[in-house]
């Protein structure tokens, strides 16, 4: 993966954490995501498709998640509660456009977000497309952003 | 002040609900896409919508098309992740008043409500 996709979701993640839940989060070394591994226990997906496609994931752990989704709507919410999956839907939602509007000369489209509550469950993308993990680190506890985007080459948009 | 928040997540809705609370603003009807607004438009007329662009069913950008198209005159404020200039300028081509970049601080959505109402006013 073009590593230059990587620094607008930092800057994103970052920006919207900072701005909707003004909650700091510091940023780990990104690595390699092997195939199979499982995310956290609450996940927010986005597909992205135009040209850059791929999918991003916003995955908590459900105590960091319950956290953070309390901070963005401003009351207690745990996550069975019907608006706790909603909370974190926006949430990949802001991070995911913030960083395609940094993919400078790119036409991207970005998708409605899902979202997958369950312990060790797997996220798959495409198999030809890597998943680099963006560790994050927060008063709220860690969480990680998965990117597994891919420019798609010319011959294939025209 | 009747106001028509169009957003699929009732998260973002509450936010802004809260925000047209302390700038006096009661009388809010939601809506989760644009289909579902335009089913409202009959029964409420507002006098101010702020729409979201990303939605299931219709997106925002197709409901102001078609509200303006209907006769729709009430100012509109595109409240969106769609941070490019260039959907900026589609938007603005659509109809949309005023944009704001999701995420927002209350203070920044509070300044663009009052800047688009001001606006209206003085035309």
Redesign the interface.
Known sequence: MDQSYIVPFVKSVQ??FE??LQLPVNIGEPSLKNQGEPSFDVSGIIGMSGDVEGSIVLSFPVTCAERVVSL???SELEHTHE?FA??V??LV??V???A??QFNGK?VS???PSVVIGAKHQVHGRKDTVCIVIPCQSDAGDFNVEVAVRQVPVSANT | MKVLLVDDSKTMRNIQKGILAQLGYSQIEEAADGLDALSKLGAFSPELLLVDWNMPNMDGLTFVKKYRASGGASPIIMVTTEAEKVRVVEAIKAGVNNYVVKPFTPDVLAERIKETLARVTAA
């Open positions: 920006n919207v701005t909707m963005f709507t401003g608006d909603d909370a839907g926006e939602n802001m995911s456009g913030g395609k509007a036409q970005i998708s409605c």
